[in-house]
Nanobody, 120 residues
Framework: QVQLVESGGGLVQPGGSLRLSCAASGSIFSINAMGWYRQAPGKERESVADTTSGGSTNYADSVKGRFTISRDNAKKTVYLQMNGLKPEDTAVYYC??????????????WGKGTLVTVSS
């Protein structure tokens, strides 16, 4: 059984920073791409940032220059450093990972989400 557990969300003022973490656990053979998505109230879920096992990264235009994604392969953890937060960044942030297990091969997994609220 594979689990993704996010942490680090909370309430922050505009211009502030937060760091999200997502740790994978279970019978994992390998982790391929890892990333972060978010869903604001009344909106569809959107990709925020992702990173490959080789370290390549992609960002949504709305967060470029403010957010940084990184991963620690030994810890099976992906991070999202969010600086210069804006009210429009308010959303539930979800961790996503393409994980290979011996039982199921390569599958997409999701965390349960962590709420980020940017407000004064």
């Amino acid at each position: 059984q594979v689990q993704l557990v996010e942490s680090g969300g909370g309430l922050v003022q505009p211009g502030g920073s937060l760091r999200l973490s997502c740790a994978a656990s279970g019978s994992i053979f390998s982790i391929n791409a890892m990333g972060w998505y978010r869903q604001a109230p009344g909106k569809e879920r959107e990709s925020v940032a992702d990173t490959t096992s080789g370290g390549s990264t992609n960002y949504a235009d709305s967060v470029k220059g403010r957010f940084t994604i990184s991963r620690d392969n030994a810890k099976k953890t992906v991070y999202l450093q969010m600086n210069g937060l804006k009210p429009e960044d308010t959303a539930v942030y979800y961790c996503n990972a393409d994980i290979t297990t011996m039982s199921w091969g390569s599958m997409d997994y999701w965390g349960k989400g962590t709420l980020v609220t940017v407000s004064s």
